[in-house]
């Protein structure tokens, strides 16, 4: 069964700072993964996903993600934070058929001090 | 392009009552769409998933009588949470999926039963 562990429910970084958000999965193949950003009262927008190839995958407002099949993690990062990106962050995996079920961890949020 | 649209964004309705919401899928036709939840603060939990023409397949702990999932055409299918009651009060969101493709989400739907 896939699963997927977010570590740390609350991730406060300054404006300008690293920002890294941490995403494990847990399943018998490689998954799809995905991050999805959420700001309050919204929908999802998908940031970036790995499929294939790549590893190291770059996604939309600077962020990206790097699959590590060895130690079953996905972070993510930005070299440099802005106030924007202060949101609700979710890793998710899901099996290779489009029609399979997207497993949605539970979430970072992440707070940018001025 | 793939643009998910819900109607409607927010909706109060009184204890015992139903309400019907409706994701659309704007641009593309949705060969199976998603039907999520989402609690304050918390990630989102899969309610069903629906394929157009056929049944919704429930997951496990949602009353399939009480959340009625309509997938009528590729483009639009309907929740309706009959007999609404105040536990039923979350963040409903849609998403949906052409062949081959991934899921795109609608930006939710604000459900208060009162």
């Known amino acids: 069964a896939q699963s997927v562990t977010q570590l740390g429910s609350h991730v406060s970084v300054s404006e ?34 790995y499929t294939t190839g790549a590893t190291l995958v770059k996604g939309i407002n ?11 993690s996905f972070h993510l990062t930005k070299p440099s934070a802005h106030m924007s990106d202060a949101a609700e962050y979710f890793c998710a ?7 399979s079920k997207i497993i949605f961890g539970s979430g970072t949020r992440l707070s940018i001090r001025p | 392009g793939a643009v998910v649209s819900q109607h409607p964004s927010w909706v109060i309705c ?9 994701c659309r ?3 593309f036709q949705a060969t199976t769409m ?6 304050p603060k918390q ?14 397949t429930y997951e496990q702990g949602v009353e399939k009588d009480k959340f009625l ?13 009959t007999s609404a009651h105040p536990e039923d009060s979350s963040f409903y969101i849609c998403s949906a999926s052409r062949r081959g493709d991934e899921q795109y989400f609608g930006p939710g739907t604000r459900l208060t039963v009162t």
């Open chain 1, 93 to 99: 995996v899901r099996m290779y058929s489009s029609a």
């Open chain 2, 14 to 22: 009184k204890s015992g009552t139903s309400v019907k919401i409706e």
């Open chain 2, 34 to 39: 998603f039907w999520y939840r989402q609690f």
């Open chain 1, 16 to 49: 300008g700072a690293l920002v890294l958000l941490r995403c494990n999965y847990s399943s018998s193949v490689p998954p799809y993964l995905f991050w999805y950003v959420q700001y309050p009262n919204q929908g999802l927008q998908l940031l970036l996903k």
């Open chain 2, 25 to 27: 899928s704007l641009d």
């Open chain 2, 43 to 56: 990630s989102l939990m899969l309610m069903a998933t629906s394929n157009e023409g056929s049944k919704a």
């Open chain 2, 69 to 81: 999932i309509n997938h009528a055409s590729l483009t639009l299918s309907t929740l309706t949470v």
């Open chain 1, 62 to 72: 600077g962020f990206e993600a790097e699959f590590k099949k060895s130690e079953t």
